[in-house]
């Protein structure tokens, strides 16, 4: 256990849906992210918050909406998702300023 | 239309060798350097980082080496064990980037044979 959960563990949905990923970590870190990796593509950062502000959107499509309600939850919402967003979608979390970033075990998603 | 996986590279070696996993990276101007382990059904594990004005670090039974020259990192393990059958990613955070914008490579198969 890396002290970063993520719930659910499997989520399948479909194109109209809607449904949000958790994470949560008591590490007393203040930056968490989120990451998406898929079959087709290394892991790519989608989003980026220190300090409960998101600092990072690497041009994500608005079918996915981060929240950050404080510093140990992070959430992802998503709805109208399509097909080639299937994949592990993970959430790190770190302190500011250090290069290890720690990870939960992800969700594995598929839209249908 | 057919999906296409990403190919990984794969290293296959005997428990008790050592293992050089190699990594080439594009962006010259990047502040730090880092390796992580993804074993099946879990997240990215931090193993070791180096800044980019050294170039080499030791940890617990892992080497990194950094040659910025050619643009090359590579992690080295020693005496490898079947536990460090895993997927090993290089990454890096460039130069202005914040800490936790981690630019990932394709990543390393390692199979360690018993």
């Known amino acids: 256990e890396t002290g970063v959960t993520q719930t659910p563990r499997h989520l399948v949905m479909g194109m109209t849906n809607k449904k949000s990923l958790k994470c949560e970590q008591h590490?007393?870190?203040?930056?968490m992210y989120w990451y998406k990796q898929s079959a087709k593509k290394p892991l790519e950062l989608m989003f980026v918050y220190n300090f409960k502000e998101q600092t990072e959107n690497n041009s994500v499509p608005s079918r996915f909406s981060p929240e950050c309600p404080n510093s140990s939850h992070l959430f992802l919402h998503l709805h109208t998702l399509q097909p080639e967003d299937s994949a592990l979608y993970l959430c790190?979390?770190?302190?500011?300023?250090?290069?290890?970033?720690?990870f939960g075990q992800g969700t594995r998603l598929t839209v249908v | 239309g057919e999906s296409v996986g990403l190919h990984l590279p794969t290293l296959s070696v005997q428990e008790g060798d050592n293992s050089i996993i190699n990594c080439a990276y594009s962006n010259s101007a990047s502040d730090y350097f880092i390796w992580y382990k993804q074993e099946s059904g879990k997240g990215p594990q931090f193993i070791i980082d180096i800044r980019s004005n050294m170039d080499k670090r030791q940890g617990q039974r892992v080497t990194v080496l950094l040659n910025k020259t050619v643009k090359h990192l590579s992690l080295q393990i020693a005496a490898t064990q079947p536990g460090d059958s895993a997927v090993y990613f290089c990454?890096?955070?460039?130069?202005?980037?914040?800490?936790?914008?981690?630019?990932f490579g394709k990543g390393t198969k390692l199979s360690v044979k018993p």
């Open positions: 990454a890096e955070i460039p130069n202005g980037g914040s800490q936790g914008n981690l630019i």
């Open positions: 790190a979390s770190s302190l500011f300023g250090r290069t290890e970033a720690f």
């Open positions: 590490l007393g870190h203040n930056a």
